[in-house]
């Protein structure tokens, strides 16, 4: 991420990353990058014994009359979508709603 964003835990295992100035299509860029870099996570928890890591993102972009709230449920509505998709993957949520 940049200099300007910002993150936050917004939840449990939820993970927020404000991205001032960002198209969703540069937005969609990072969180794949972020995706891919976690699914490249191997920790070895005890011998022989390896974790792989993997994320689920929800990517949501500002649209004249949001608000902060209406982008998180915006956002989150994209990762549950992910989740129940098959996981390990990005979903932003103007495909969802070209899908519905």
Excluded: W
């Excluded at 920790?43 to 974790?51: D, M, S, T």
Aim: with cysteine; net charge negative.
């Amino acid at each position: 991420v940049r200099t300007i964003d910002i993150i936050s835990r917004i939840g449990g295992e939820e993970f927020a990353v404000l991205m001032p100035s960002t198209s969703a299509d540069s937005a969609d860029v990072l969180a794949e990058r972020i995706r891919n870099t976690v699914n490249n996570i191997s920790i070895e928890i005890e011998e022989g014994v390896i974790l792989n890591l993997s994320v689920s993102i929800g990517v949501s972009s500002y649209e004249n009359g949001d608000t902060p709230d209406s982008l998180l449920r915006k956002a989150d509505q994209a990762l549950y979508f992910a989740k129940n998709n098959g996981r390990n993957r990005v979903v932003c949520h103007h495909q969802i709603k070209s899908t519905a």
